[in-house]
């Protein structure tokens, strides 16, 4: 299938790549979106008007967000792939792990590797939202994606989804050779509340050395005490737009309106009383910095964590850990699952292609 946008409009997009500056570090921003104060893409745009009304009359409950996930995005592959799922179990739970790669070139020894857990908020999402974009990135880097479809809270607390993920990770050791992975390449990816996970995945794992970390909209902290400070005039936009716009921000959100009730609903799912909030397996933000492998970063402009990962890629630097960070301007957190309606999904893909081929 196409996508309902133009090839120039993706090239457009490419292009408009320029460089800012936040917490004293240059970052590269992608925008479709012209004038000074900015605001939303036009796609996106459409998209939070004919879904204002039911997000604002959302309940914050488990089956409502659980519900109300996912986008139906296109599937944008032009070469036959093949569809594996692989059964695995950790303690009393059992979960599935879906893998893309291209049937050709039949004599292909060793490919990249990257293992991916979808986000949710910990308690909701699935693997389904990303496939279409992972299966597009399998094809055009020729890899072999493993998309985990992790137990989710209430039902599995912390750390049973990272355990499984370390599970599937002693399965493609034994097992590397069927799906003709290279062991010297495999990366970990996430979004959201997943790359929290594959962050905390990275920290525990011992049986393979990961290359590097592919993360979209990291969500680094599951507590309010932060290094840095949280300011809502850090988000430039039209006065126009402002009820499509600030309910958005709420995900990351910790200034005196923080304490909100989606932040206080997750850490009351994902964590038990014994857990603290500030440890690194659980707040990443906290981890010894230097110990994380070079990284490849996406944000959204109008991302309530917004500030909150791009003060993590400044720390990283500073840390001498190589980080590439790209902030796609106009569109809100969760735009990935959206290929083929939204060109920064499909951008973000090359992005990932010519990140994992670079030495």
């Known amino acids: ?74 599937n944008l592959n032009t070469v036959e792939m093949i569809t594996d799922c692989i059964y695995l179990s950790y303690e009393k739970f059992t979960f599935k792990v879906w893998v893309y790669y291209p049937r050709k070139p039949f004599d292909m020894v060793k490919r990249k590797a990257i293992i991916y857990i979808h986000g949710g908020s910990f308690f909701a999402g699935s693997p389904f939202e990303q496939e279409n974009m992972l299966k597009l990135l399998s094809e055009r880097g020729n890899c072999v994606i493993f998309n985990v479809d992790i137990s989710l809270a209430p039902e599995a607390r912390f750390p049973i989804a990272i355990n499984e993920v370390l599970t599937l990770i002693s399965y493609i050791k034994k097992n590397y050779k069927q799906y003709k992975v290279d062991l010297d390449n495999i990366f970990i990816s996430g979004d959201s509340s997943g790359a929290n996970q594959a962050l905390a995945v990275y920290q525990l794992t011992k049986e393979i050395k990961v290359k590097g970390m592919i993360l979209y909209y990291p969500s680094l902290a599951l507590t309010f005490d932060l290094p840095y400070k949280w300011n809502e005039n850090d988000y430039v936009f039209p006065e126009k737009q402002r009820e499509y716009i600030i309910p958005r921000l709420i995900l990351g959100r910790s200034d005196e309106k923080g304490m909100n009730s989606l932040v206080s609903l997750i850490m ?78 499909e951008d973000s893909v090359n992005e990932i292609v010519k990140y994992i081929n670079r030495d």
């Not at 796609?43 to 409502?64: G, H, I, N, P, W």
């Not at 791009?310 to 809100?332: C, P, Q, T």
């Open 268 to 345: 009351s799912i994902y964590l038990s009383d014994k857990d603290n909030p500030k440890d690194p397996l659980l707040s990443p933000l906290f981890y010894d910095l230097k110990k994380y492998p070079k990284m490849l970063i996406f944000g959204a402009e109008y991302d309530g964590l917004r500030i909150q990962y791009e003060y993590f890629v400044s720390a990283l630097r500073e840390n001498k850990v190589k980080v590439d960070y790209i902030r796609y301007n106009g569109v809100h957190h969760g735009f990935n699952n959206k290929l083929g309606f939204f060109p920064q999904v």
């Open 1 to 74: 299938m196409k996508s309902n946008y133009s090839l120039s409009l993706l090239n457009k997009l490419e292009k408009s790549r320029k460089v800012v500056k936040v917490f004293d570090t240059s970052i590269f921003v992608k925008s479709l979106v012209k004038g000074k104060k900015g605001g939303l893409d036009q796609r996106e745009f459409e998209l939070s008007k004919k879904t204002l009304k039911d997000r604002l009359a959302q309940k914050v409950d488990v089956e409502t967000i659980r519900n109300s996930q996912g986008f139906p995005s296109i």
